[in-house]
Nanobody, 111 residues
């Protein structure tokens, strides 16, 4: 049972990144998927979620209109498209399904 994130990096303010989370070892299509993030010195927070039925939940007002969560069940992968990035989006981003966590991928937004 595994989740592996990728796609993080350093980007300038206003830029974009797409994070990927590859799942293995469980029936991916049967699970809702979530993206969390943890900024330095702060608690981990839910960013957004995608239910099994395909409903999207944006948990943070600050990312509405900028971030999009999606999934490709054929590839057992969930994505987080992040546009118009801001310095306050800097964090380690984690993929989650129930009690399964990835190792995280660092996103740094800086000029």
């Amino acid at each position: 049972v595994r989740l592996v994130e990728s796609g993080g990096g350093l980007v300038q303010p206003g830029g974009s990144l797409r994070l990927s989370c590859a799942a293995s070892g469980f029936t991916f299509v049967s699970y809702g998927m979530r993206w969390y993030r943890q900024a330095p010195g702060k608690e981990r927070e839910l960013v957004c979620a995608l239910t099994r039925a395909g409903d999207t939940i944006m948990a943070q007002d600050s990312v509405k209109g900028r971030f999009t969560i999606s999934r490709d069940n054929a590839k057992n992968t969930v994505y987080l498209q992040m546009n118009s990035l801001k310095p306050e989006d800097t964090a380690v981003y984690y993929c989650n399904a129930v009690d399964i966590w990835g190792q995280g991928t660092q996103v740094t937004v800086s000029a």
